[in-house]
């Protein structure tokens, strides 16, 4: 456990950004805090270093990424097609299998430190699922959860009407998490046609948009869940403009 606990949270808006810069901007931050913590295992308590935390969000041209885990036949396109669409692939190594990012998906990467908060990952994903609910409830859309399937659902306990507004996939090594969540805002729904979504083929995908008929503001959005986050892991914010 660190000897030094540090709430202070770093956000940091990236905007439209491709994705591979942004996940070499992740895995650098994510490599310095396991640098730092590595570091302080050698030295006594009065000597060590605090970690830092990074709240990153963003959003990503069309991209379809597979999990360490995943079934690469969940991609229905030919990779030799992806141009077509506009689109790019990525076998990455989160958890969890096939998604779409595209523009008018909002995408939240916690580079966080959990010593700092608490040691659970099952916590861990569901506050981040948490901070989703309370941010679709603020627009009059409630959701929930499904026993055994990670992210975020609207009726959730109607098979027949089910449909997922929210992914989640992460990774986690010595407490500090990597990736994280894809809350379809105003998303281009028809991109999800080319994959299986998270391997799952007998439910449907939706956005905030479709649900409520009308494109929807991504700034108001972002600030409701920066601030949910944020609430909910007790971080203390500092804005930062970009990286």
């Known amino acids: 456990m660190n000897s030094v606990i540090n709430h202070e949270t770093k956000f940091i808006d990236l905007g439209l950004v491709d994705y591979k810069q942004a996940w070499d901007y992740q895995t650098t931050l994510f490599n310095a805090t396991l640098e730092i913590k590595a570091k302080n295992r050698a030295l006594n308590e009065a000597e060590q270093l605090p970690t830092t935390n990074h709240l990153i969000f963003c959003e990503h041209p069309h991209v379809f990424t597979l999990g360490k885990s995943g079934d690469e036949k969940n991609l229905l396109i030919k990779k030799e097609n992806l141009d077509t669409v506009q689109a790019?692939?990525?076998?990455?190594?989160?958890g969890g299998d096939i998604t779409y990012h595209g523009p008018g998906q909002l995408v939240v990467y916690p580079v966080l430190d959990l010593e700092n908060f608490f040691t659970d990952i099952h916590q861990y994903m569901r506050l981040l699922e948490e901070s989703v609910i309370q941010t679709l409830r603020e627009f009059g859309v409630e959701?929930?959860?499904?026993?055994?399937l990670t992210g975020v659902w609207l009726d959730a306990d109607n098979k027949a009407k089910t449909r997922k507004i929210c992914a989640l996939g992460v990774k986690m090594s010595r407490w500090v998490s990597l990736h994280g969540l894809a809350m379809n805002i105003n998303t281009e729904l028809n991109y999800?046609?080319?994959?299986?979504?998270?391997?799952?083929?007998?439910?449907?995908v939706t956005s905030l948009k479709n649900e409520l008929g009308e494109t929807q503001d991504m700034v108001k959005v972002k600030t409701i869940l920066r601030d949910k986050i944020a609430t909910l892991f007790g971080m203390a914010l500092e804005p930062t403009s970009g990286k």
């Open 88 to 94: 790019t692939y990525y076998h990455i190594n989160r």
């Open 192 to 204: 999800f046609n080319h994959i299986v979504p998270c391997g799952i083929d007998d439910k449907a």
């Open 143 to 148: 959701s929930g959860r499904i026993a055994g």
